[in-house]
């Protein structure tokens, strides 16, 4: 537990860049302890904040303000005297599908309401259509007012649909704490645009905590003679490959599956999550190797360019020698028979039924999804027939050969919400401020995101000690915390806590709070082993040249995602067609990209 904890300092610290300020307000105040804000006055989170500030509002001394009529100020509660009700987009995933209970008694959305007086009148969204509808909506201005779970806010700067919330952060006094207390300034500038403003209030952690990783059959590789716990150290994907060209072998011998079988299928790539981008495990294997493709874009920059620190420059992703090396190991693991090429393009659902009735060795898997995954094992195998291991990812290679120890994530920033033009239009300036104090709440105070993780105490959980457990009647996919009885009901699935939409974000505390031993030990093996890699120059272009880069960067990316799944599925030959798919991404603009981040990076030096 101790060398888990120091992890997660020694994590806090390397992240640790030069502190900045911000906001402040919500409505009637309600005690509700939480510490002070930070002692030493900082700069706004709202850099424009001291200027904004009206004569009624009085300075806190943390770069946000309090305004004597809206009485709202950190360590109070939002509560509004009426009853209001909001728009709010919601992100439905068929793992844990909406249902009516979410909204009865008991269920997040009535404990929302019961909490904070505000009703959320929600429009449910397929997760696989979501960025479509919301995009559409957006344009149009009919978007509803809150937009949870956005990952990229870039394409809706420049058409006036969404708020410049960084306009709003002084009456956010949770937000402004959060980003004062655990030095998120360097984090939350990479999402400043141009005029110095941000459009996503994003998902803050004290810590960056690696999700995604590999869940492996310990007992087939054990089994095939591989020590995985040894193994992982150090090993190198083109490694790993080999060592699954090794349990395939053992596989085949023991009558486990045939030649022409292949012993890994995966979910979140194809179409159900991948969005025919190659989706988070070519995500992970790019970033592995220092570069960024597909599911990483919405989180980085118009091309997926990558910062070289030896030539303190901005490089393209897709033709640098990286991406080659990597999409080498895929097609080997393609053409061995060992990945199947029907990752690229299938439900996630085909992925997790040969996972569990044993026709595979491995799964991408998160923290909240392992659970799921050992219950499908038990109820296909059988307890104890089988054992799992969440492994470290395995490390890319440089042009000289030499490891790469970063692991796949390094930033503090989640997911967020985007707040749409109309509801300022609706609400008109102060009702506006209203809504901001109560996103505030719900995405940023410790009450808010307990809520929503693990729902009312004394009914859904308990804490005794700092330690959070679910009371007898619950165990939650969601919180990767398994069933013990048949007489369980699964929390998420029942009530609505621990979804995506509201449950991202928070401190370290809070977010491992729910974190099994397994997971802890993951967590030790992660920081004895890797390192994080450092931020990249944050560049903020102009509108014009946003809206230029935007021009140039559609057809790219569509291009690059083709031919990443095209070498992915063998339908491309890395080495045969190197040539004519360089030619083909040059031919997009890429370089007008290049040279137009580089620019800029020269000119803020």
């Known amino acids: 537990m101790k060398k888990f904890l120091s992890f997660l300092l020694a994590l806090a610290m390397m992240l640790s860049l030069v502190a900045c300020g911000g906001g402040s307000t919500s409505e009637t105040p309600k005690d509700e302890g939480g510490d002070a ?22 300075d806190n001394g943390d770069g946000s303000y309090y305004n004597e009529a809206l009485g709202y100020t950190y360590g109070t509660k939002f509560y509004s005297d009426e009853p209001v009700t909001y728009t709010m987009f919601f992100n439905d995933n068929d793992a844990y599908p909406i249902m009516d209970s979410w909204q009865e008694e008991g269920g997040v959305f009535a404990e929302i309401e019961k909490a904070t007086n505000v009703h959320l009148d929600i429009t449910i969204v397929n997760n ?15 978007a509803p007012y809150i937009i949870p779970k956005t990952y990229n806010e870039i394409p809706y700067v420049n058409g006036g649909g969404i708020v410049a919330v960084s306009d709003y952060t002084q009456y956010m006094p949770n937000f402004t704490n959060f980003y004062n207390d655990y030095n998120m300034a360097a984090d939350v500038d990479t999402i400043r645009q141009d005029d110095g403003k941000f459009y996503r209030l994003p998902g803050m952690k004290e810590t960056a905590l690696q999700d995604y990783t590999l869940l492996l059959r310990d007992d087939i590789f054990t089994a095939a003679g591989y020590n995985i716990a040894e193994l992982e150290k150090d090993w190198t994907w083109d490694e790993f490959a080999d060592i699954l060209i090794g349990v395939k072998a053992y596989m085949v011998e023991q009558g486990m599956c045939s030649e022409n079988d292949y012993i890994w299928t995966d979910r979140w790539c194809g179409s159900t999550s991948g969005y025919g981008t190659g989706g988070c495990l070519i995500n992970l294997i790019s970033r592995s190797y220092g570069i960024y493709t597909t599911w990483s874009s919405v989180a980085t920059n118009m091309a997926d360019l990558y910062f070289d620190e030896a030539d303190d420059c901005f490089k393209v992703s897709s033709t640098s020698d990286a991406y080659k090396a990597y999409m080498t190991v895929v097609q080997k693991l393609v053409s061995n028979k060992i990945l199947d090429p029907e990752t690229w393009s299938q439900e996630d659902t085909v992925a997790d039924s040969a996972f569990y009735t044993g026709k595979t ?26 054992s799992v291991y969440r492994c470290v990812i395995p490390m890319g290679v440089d042009a000289d050969g030499n490891k790469i120890t970063y692991q796949a994530e390094n930033s503090r920033l989640e997911c967020g919400v985007m707040i749409s033009s109309k509801a300022l239009n609706d609400l008109g300036e102060d009702e506006f401020i209203k809504l901001m104090r109560f996103v505030d709440w719900l995405w940023y105070s410790d009450a808010g995101l307990t809520l929503t993780k693990w729902g009312v105490e004394g009914e859904t959980y308990t804490v005794e000690d700092g330690v959070y457990s679910l009371t007898p009647g619950y165990y939650c ?14 929390m998420r699935l029942k ?38 890699k450092p931020l990249d120059p944050s560049i903020a272009l102009s509108e014009d040249d946003s809206e230029m880069a935007n021009l140039w960067a559609t057809p790219l990316f569509s291009e690059m995602n083709t031919w990443t799944c ?14 004519t798919y360089v030619a083909a991404i040059e031919a997009q603009n890429v370089q007008n990209i290049v040279d137009l981040y580089n620019d800029y990076y020269q000119a803020s030096k």
Do not use: H
Not at 128 to 140: E, M, N
Not at 363 to 370: A, E
Not at 377 to 382: E, I, R, S, T, Y
């Open 566 to 579: 095209k070498f992915a599925m063998g339908q491309a030959d890395i080495n045969a067609d190197w040539d």
């Open 495 to 532: 009530y609505g806590f621990a979804c995506g939409n509201f449950m991202y974000g928070g401190t370290t505390e809070l977010l491992t709070s729910n974190f099994a031993p397994d997971l802890r030990d993951f967590y030790d093996r992660q920081g004895a082993y890797r390192t994080l």
């Open 37 to 58: 804000p930070a002692s030493e006055p900082v700069d706004s989170v709202n850099k424009d904040a001291v200027e904004e500030a009206s004569s009624g509002d009085v």
């Open 128 to 142: 696989a259509s979501y960025t479509d509808k919301v995009a559409l909506a957006v344009s149009s201005g009919t």
């Open 361 to 386: 060795a491995l799964i991408l898997t998160n923290r909240s999804q392992t659970t799921a995954q050992i219950e499908g094992l038990k109820a296909q195998l059988g307890e104890g027939n089988f």
């Open 477 to 490: 996919g969601g919180l990767s915390i398994a069933q013990t009885s048949d007489d369980q009901e699964d």
